[in-house]
């Protein structure tokens, strides 16, 4: 059974970078699927934020894309989501998800809320 | 990029009756690559539909999808009380995905 599982620090401050790991279980990264993050404010909709595929392609929200950085470590079966210079409307639940394709989501993590705040 | 507008925001219905969800596109979604989802409160959510007409694996058949070009249509024939929820679209075109901002289907 195939599951994610995010983490990082709940806590960030303005313009610093908010860092987060999804870890995978039950399959392996290197074995294909695109992997993606999504993030969704509190009380809000969903943003799509980036995908990669487990060689490294990476897709990012045009709107996000001169902040976000998403790569893939093989050895640790994680994917990761980097996001430069947060501000408080990145305060956020972040999700991770994968799907065999690029173009649905249809397997998520459980989520980790993220707050920008000093 | 493609502007996913849901409507109504809110759907007041009861269990049992029938339940029909709309999404818009600013312009015609690729290959009809549209896919709903169910969040319910504090859970991530879940891959209804697929390919705008295609149920996810271990989806009841009162789900059904419809539509193509800039229309879509989530059906729920017979509400169950465990189907109140939101509800998102979600298209792809070339490298770019966006969602709908949401439907709310409360029990009345």
């Known amino acids: 059974q195939v599951q994610l599982q995010e983490s990082g620090p709940g806590l960030v401050k303005p313009s610093e970078t908010l860092s987060l790991t999804c870890t995978v279980s039950?399959?392996?990264?290197?074995?294909?699927?695109?992997w993606g993050w999504i993030r969704q404010p509190p009380g809000k909709g969903l943003e799509w934020i980036g995908s990669?595929?487990?060689?490294?392609?990476?897709y990012y929200n045009p709107s996000l894309k001169r902040r976000v950085t998403i790569s893939v470590d093989t050895s640790k079966n994680q994917f990761s989501l980097k996001l430069s210079s947060v501000t408080a409307a990145d305060t956020a639940i972040y999700y991770c998800?994968?799907?065999?394709?690029?173009?649905?989501?249809?397997?998520w993590g459980q989520g980790t809320l993220v707050t920008v705040s000093s | 990029e493609i502007v996913l507008t849901q409507s109504p925001g809110t759907l007041s219905l009861s269990p049992g009756e029938r339940a029909t969800l709309s999404c818009r596109a600013s312009?015609?979604?690729?290959?009809?690559?549209l896919g709903w989802y169910q969040q319910k409160p504090g859970q991530a959510p879940r891959l209804l539909i697929y390919?705008?007409?295609s149920r996810a694996v271990g989806i009841p058949d009162r789900f059904s999808g419809s539509g193509s070009g800039t229309d879509f249509t989530l059906t729920i024939s017979r509400l169950e009380p465990e189907d109140f929820a939101v509800y998102y679209c979600?298209?792809?075109?070339?490298?770019?995905?966006?969602f709908g901002q949401g439907t709310r289907l409360d029990i009345k």
């Open positions: 979600q298209q792809y075109e070339t490298s770019r995905i966006t």
């Open positions: 039950g399959y392996s990264i290197s074995s294909g699927s695109y």
């Open positions: 998800a994968t799907d065999p394709n690029i173009y649905y989501f249809l397997l």
């Open positions: 312009q015609s979604v690729t290959s009809n690559f």
């Open positions: 390919s705008a007409s």
């Open positions: 990669t595929y487990y060689s490294g392609s990476t």
